[in-house]
């Protein structure tokens, strides 16, 4: 069994900062892209940033310019440190990542349970 487990979340002031973390766990192989995807109170989940095995970054527009995704191979981590947070960033942000479970079979993608991210003063 894989788990996604993240944290970091919390209350912050608006245009403070936080670093969210997310540690994937069990029977993995290889784990390709990871990232970051929110959701915010009555509106559809949105990728914030992705980020592929290499190491190649993808952002969302909301996320351009004060997000920053980054992975650990080895430890089977991807962190997102943001920066010059505002309200509009209040939402539950999900780990995902698109792995194999072991060699030969598909990838498959899996999400973590999500961390509350609060902007407000």
């Known amino acids: 069994q894989v788990q996604l487990v993240e944290s970091g979340g919390g209350l912050v002031q608006p245009g403070g900062s936080l670093r969210l973390s997310c540690a994937a766990s069990?029977?993995?192989?290889?784990?390709?892209?990871m990232g970051w995807y929110r959701q915010a109170p009555g509106k559809e989940r949105e990728l914030v940033a992705t980020?592929?095995?290499?190491?190649?970054?993808n952002y969302g527009d909301s996320a351009k310019g004060r997000f920053t995704v980054s992975r650990d191979n080895a430890k089977n981590t991807v962190s997102l440190q943001m920066n010059s947070l505002e309200p509009e960033d209040t939402a539950v942000y999900y780990c995902?990542?698109?792995?194999?479970?072991?060699?030969?079979?598909?990838?498959?993608?899996?999400w973590g349970k999500g961390t509350r991210v609060t902007v407000s003063s």
């Open positions: 069990g029977a993995i192989f290889r784990i390709y892209t």
């Open positions: 995902n990542a698109d792995l194999k479970q072991y060699p030969g079979v598909p990838s498959t993608d899996y």
């Open positions: 980020i592929t095995r290499l190491s190649s970054p």
